[in-house]
């Protein structure tokens, strides 16, 4: 059952829905997992990546410790884009220090009829996951659920691991248009039954992840790629939802037509222009180098206290421009954090 406990701090939440804020919202793209040795450890104790995503009790300890250890406004349920691949019926492994790995791949019109459109059921540990985070955030900050967006996980499907040029999806794209249009499809339906349970089960935000947005062409990105994004948040209107189109510069106009709240920037996209891009509706999330992490503690105080006067006082979540590395120090992801908790316009 969801739990319906009222939120001690909704920050995010006021930010994404446009209302004013007492000060700016914070939190980390892939801040669960990743820079804390808390998370190594529990991971250790759990064998691997996809038993820690599969046992809730583990993901619900892991999606908290950047609460407690990292003072964010925000928990992000512990989980991956590609449960849903996987859900369709492609089973991937997570290959120690290389990433993912599909045994098999989509090649052709009939490995696609053979997919299955995911429903609510099929991802019942993620949603088990979320309810029972709900319950033990007991209100201290709202819950983010999240999806990758259907070009990304698509370019997995295709290339059955991860890639720089993600060519052989792109090459999928340009000789079988139709069938690319099946597959996106189908995942986007898997995708909205699956943040439609995420959102039943107690989520207070959804993000939408398009990491590979920015190696398609301006009209490939509209055909393949923002045309099932709007699809999903025609769908999920329940709750604010972000979408984060890394590298998608060239598509911020349309972006800001998207039937969702909040739209996230890399540190590529320049603040001023994004925002007349974008127009003035939209919450605005980012979108600091994540390499910012690297310089000393005085560098990261100004260089974030400058971000957050380029984006101003209201609609605004602080946040990277895409996710921490796994390298950076916490003291440093504190120093940020910390930064944007202190600053006040
Ligand atoms: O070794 C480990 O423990 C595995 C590392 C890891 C972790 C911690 C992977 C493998 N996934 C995750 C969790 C994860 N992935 C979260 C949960 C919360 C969090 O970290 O805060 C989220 C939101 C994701 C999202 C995700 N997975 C994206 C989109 C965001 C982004 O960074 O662009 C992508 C592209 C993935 C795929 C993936 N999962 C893992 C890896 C190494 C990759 C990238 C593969 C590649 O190189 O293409």
């Given at each position: 059952m969801q739990v319906n406990i009222p939120l001690q701090n909704d920050l995010i939440i006021r930010a994404a829905k446009g209302e004013k804020t007492e000060r700016t919202?914070?939190?980390?793209?892939?801040?669960?997992g990743r820079i804390l040795p808390e998370y190594r450890a529990v991971r250790e104790k759990m064998g691997g990546f996809k038993e820690l995503v599969k046992s809730p009790e583990f993901a619900c300890e892991v999606t908290i410790q950047p609460v407690d250890i990292l003072g964010v406004d925000a928990a992000i349920i512990f989980s991956d884009i590609l449960v849903i691949p996987e859900a369709m019926g492609l089973n991937y492994e997570m290959v120690e220090s290389k990433g993912p790995w599909f045994e098999k791949t989509i090649k052709s019109r009939s490995d696609i009829d053979a997919l299955i459109i995911a429903q609510a059921d099929d991802l019942s540990y993620v949603t088990d996951a979320i309810k029972l985070t709900k319950s033990a955030l007991n209100g201290r900050v709202p819950l983010i659920g999240f999806a990758g967006a259907p070009w990304t996980i698509f370019a997995y499907m295709i290339e059955g691991k991860g890639s720089k040029t993600f060519s052989l999806a792109k090459k999928f794209l340009y000789t079988n248009p139709v069938e690319s249009h099946l597959l996106l499809d189908k995942i986007t339906q898997s995708t909205i039954?699956?943040?439609?349970?995420?959102?039943?089960?107690?989520?207070?935000?959804?993000?939408?992840?398009?990491?590979?947005?920015?190696?398609?062409?301006?009209?490939?990105?509209?055909?393949?790629?923002?045309?099932?994004?709007?699809?999903?948040?025609?769908?999920?209107?329940?709750?604010?939802?972000?979408?984060?189109?890394?590298?998608?510069?060239?598509?911020?106009?349309?972006?800001?037509?998207?039937?969702?709240?909040?739209?996230?920037?890399?540190?590529?996209?320049?603040?001023?222009?994004?925002?007349?891009?974008?127009?003035?509706?939209?919450?605005?999330?980012?979108?600091?180098?994540?390499?910012?992490?690297?310089?000393?503690?005085?560098?990261?105080?100004?260089?974030?206290?400058?971000?957050l006067k380029l984006f101003g006082p209201h609609k605004h979540i602080a946040n990277l421009g895409h996710g921490v590395y796994p390298d950076i120090e916490k003291d440093k992801v504190r120093c940020f954090v910390d930064t944007v908790k202190e600053f006040r316009f």
């Open positions: 919202p914070v939190w980390l793209m892939r801040q669960a039954n699956y943040l439609k349970a995420q959102v039943l089960a107690g989520a207070d935000m959804i993000q939408i992840f398009d990491s590979w947005a920015g190696i398609l062409s301006p009209e490939q990105y509209a055909q393949f790629s923002l045309k099932y994004i709007d699809a999903i948040c025609n769908a999920i209107t329940e709750l604010p939802v972000t979408v984060f189109a890394k590298g998608a510069f060239f598509a911020r106009k349309e972006m800001g037509a998207l039937n969702c709240a909040t739209i996230g920037l890399d540190w590529n996209m320049e603040i001023k222009e994004s925002r007349l891009l974008i127009g003035p509706n939209k919450t605005l999330q980012g979108n600091m180098d994540p390499c910012l992490l690297y310089a000393d503690f005085k560098t990261i105080k100004k260089e974030t206290e400058e971000m």
